[in-house]
């Protein structure tokens, strides 16, 4: 802030000026050499009598870019957004290709040696410019944003900040869904993030592990981290007793009320936060594409997306792309009959497109409004690797793709901090991690319920066995943002819904009714018996089925089983031995060697929740390949324990303090950011109340549960 009290962007380093200037040069020239190869290439179009003067005519429409294009965007928003949010989607593209050409044809006005040859020949200049300028931006990795974007941005950014955030700091949280410690380390050697390699090296951040929940997946993570709280979220799905109702933990109906009741209004970003992409919420003022705030607002800005005059276009275009190389890896995996493989067709190739580009596009658009307009911490989560991994393997050349786009991303959001108001600092971390592995099914040719019931159905007992899985993960993702999107009116939105509908929660298994329901999260196993108002005991089950803990424990492709005995508590049984997990008593070959030092006190813990399944089960994990075999039909898979999915990452900026090397659990993930956020943005924020509240109830360390 200068002595009139106006703002003035933060200061930019000499080498950040050049690089602005090489890129405000380079994108002329290649605007200017893009309309002179459109014009040589469709002469009928127009003509420039003189070539140098392309660049003239480029100028022209950049200015005329920066006077004009903004207010089209507030009277677009504002107009089309009350009609219907869907049909504003979907109407931008063409409504912006309209404006470029009449700025097109402003240019030739203003310039005549720029002649053209009527407005269906701008149209198809404009188009053709368009499409040039994304084709060489993608080839040669230009920047791929006009710098014109930025400056308007700024602008709306000098008009929404208040005087007093000038100058202060602020923390952006960028959540990588799936990516594990390990993986993120192989990516960087192998030159895939260049950016994070470069503040690695240079000392400016440092990088530490975390033990994830047992449920090692995103619904338990973002409850910690987010709202300090994930207890009863003991798998993705899990079957409620008391309601007799299954949940499904990232459905957008059951993240509401589970939000409700998980949060006590000290969430993460409840001070002014903004939350991108996620399950849950964190008590942000503002939301945007967050399934748990779908039904009761819709407060995200989307104009920060739409101010980029190019944005839809350049999503759509890259999403097509994404569609290409999706076939082309599928086919080829199959011509080379590479194994193990999972199915990649039906309509996953779409989902993939739409969260691995079209949703992350419009989170970090909205990202970098925030932090033009001074916001002082943001949320957003980025789901595009957990999603190819899932399906391609997490070091396949599609996983290594997506992290070297993503790389990308952050160094734009680390050029945007020099601009922005407040002096940003950037947190990279991850929610969980991926175990690899041959699935089960394609290991022993039968489903986890398929097991289930053969050893229930013996000698003649008939019950009812169902399990329930989930055909595309990311539908729900795509349904948080469709909700926010508004797109629910007829027509494609209506059909796009239908879609994710039957990619969600499908229901597999034999029988009309269902006396157990069987359900899976990544190689997490939960049988619960329905005709049961509270959880069986160990003796109970023995008595009414014999056969199945004993069968269960003797198939080699479980590691080990939980349940809870009458007599002497939780207990975990393995082929060669059993643990007691409350006395620590073990007999024979402790079943959890192999599943790290934190398995005791995790499934402690699991054991805890009211919700807590009659039966757990865990696949085998064969340390020495590092592989789990998934209930699922994943490639690779989380959402259990054994192997990369218990080993998240934080890359962190070196002035900060996580305060102990040994971070276990999402809810001790929560108070190192809170304190980093009462310190470092805030200060004082962290109450001295809620700072009690902090020591007494779910501040884990190692080796104990609280």
Not at 283 to 301: G, H, I, W
Not at 363 to 376: F, I, K, N, Q, V
């Amino acid at each position: 802030m200068n002595g009139e009290g106006t703002w003035t962007p933060a200061r930019v380093p000499r080498v950040g000026k050049r690089w602005l200037l090489l890129r405000v040069s380079l994108s002329f020239l290649v605007s200017a050499l893009s309309l002179v190869l459109v014009l040589e290439i469709f002469p009928g179009l127009g003509s420039l009598d003189n070539r140098l003067g392309a660049v003239w005519v480029v100028i022209v429409l950049a200015v005329l870019q920066v006077v004009l294009w903004p207010v089209f965007i507030w009277v677009f928003l504002r107009l089309f957004y009350m009609v219907s949010a869907g049909f504003m989607c979907l109407a931008f593209p063409a409504f912006s290709l309209l404006l470029t050409t009449l700025l097109t044809m402003g240019a030739s006005a203003l310039y005549p040696d720029f002649v053209i040859n009527g407005f269906g020949a701008a149209f198809l200049i404009a188009l053709l410019l368009t499409i040039a300028s994304m084709i060489i931006a993608s080839i040669f990795s230009i920047e791929d944003e006009p710098v014109i974007y930025h400056g308007i941005l700024r602008a709306m950014g000098r008009r929404a900040v208040s005087a007093e955030d000038i100058g202060r700091p602020g923390l952006i949280f960028i959540e990588i869904d799936g990516l594990g410690e390990n993986i993120l380390r192989q990516a960087i050697a192998r030159g895939k993030m260049a950016n994070l390699k470069r503040w690695l090296d240079s000392g400016s951040h440092r990088l530490v592990g975390w033990v994830s929940d047992l449920s090692s997946q995103t619904s338990a993570a973002q409850a910690g981290i987010l709202h300090g709280n994930n207890f009863d979220i003991p798998a993705f799905r899990w079957y409620d007793k008391v309601g007799k109702k299954l949940v499904v933990s990232s459905s957008t109906r059951d993240l509401t009320e589970l939000e409700k009741k998980l949060t006590d209004g000290n969430g993460l970003l409840r001070s002014g936060g903004a939350v991108r992409g996620c399950l849950l919420s964190g008590d942000a003022s503002q939301a945007l594409m967050t399934a748990s705030r779908v039904f009761n607002e819709t407060s995200a800005e989307l104009s920060a997306y739409y101010l980029n005059p190019f944005g839809v276009l350049r999503s759509l275009s890259l999403m097509a792309w994404d569609i290409i190389l999706e076939k082309k890896s599928a086919w080829l995996q199959w011509l080379r009959n590479e194994q193990p493989r999972v199915n990649r067709g039906g309509v996953y190739f779409l989902f993939r497109a739409l969260l691995a580009v079209v949703v992350k596009d419009v989170a970090l658009a909205t990202l970098r409004g925030d932090m033009y307009s001074g916001r002082p911490c943001a949320y957003v989560s980025l789901a595009g690797y957990d999603e190819v991994a899932h399906h391609s393997g997490v070091r396949s050349r599609d996983a290594f793709e997506i992290l070297r786009k993503l790389d990308r991303e952050l160094g734009k959001l680390e050029r945007i901090a020099w601009y922005a108001p407040r002096r940003y600092r950037f947190v990279i971390l991850s929610d969980h991690g991926q175990s690899e592995g041959r699935t089960f099914q394609d290991r022993y040719g039968e489903r986890l319920e398929d097991l289930v019931s053969r050893l229930l159905n013996h000698k003649g007992r008939q019950l009812g066995v169902a399990g329930y899985t989930t055909r595309h993960e990311s539908a729900y993702y795509i349904d948080a943002a469709l909700g926010h999107s508004g797109m629910v009116s007829p027509g494609v939105g209506m059909q796009l819904r239908g879609a994710l509908e039957n990619s969600k929660q499908i229901r597999v298994g034999q029988g009309a009714e269902e006396d157990v329901v069987v359900l899976a999260s990544g190689n997490l196993g939960l049988i619960s018996f329905t005709f049961a108002d509270q959880r069986l005991t160990l003796e109970e089950i023995a008595s009414m089925c014999p056969e199945l803990v004993s069968g269960l424990v003797e198939h080699p492709g479980i590691g080990f089983v939980m349940v809870r005995s009458k007599e002497k508590g939780p207990v975990v049984l393995g082929r060669n031995g059993r643990i007691y997990l409350d006395s620590g008593l073990v007999e024979g070959e402790s079943p959890l060697t192999d599943y790290g030092p934190h398995a005791t006190s995790l499934l402690l813990r699991e054991d805890s929740f009211p919700n807590a399944p009659d039966i757990l089960l865990v696949s085998t994990y064969w340390s020495e390949t590092d592989e789990v075999a998934a209930f699922e039909e994943q490639l690779c898979s989380h959402g259990g324990i054994g192997g990369e999915q218990s080993r998240p990452f934080i890359l962190y900026p070196s002035e900060l303090d996580p305060g102990t090397d040994a971070l276990v659990g999402a809810e001790q993930v929560y108070w190192v950011f809170k304190r980093w956020i009462a310190e470092f943005v805030s200060p004082g924020s962290l109450s001295e109340e809620h700072t009690a509240a902090k020591a007494a109830t779910g501040f884990r360390r190692q080796g104990n549960v609280h």
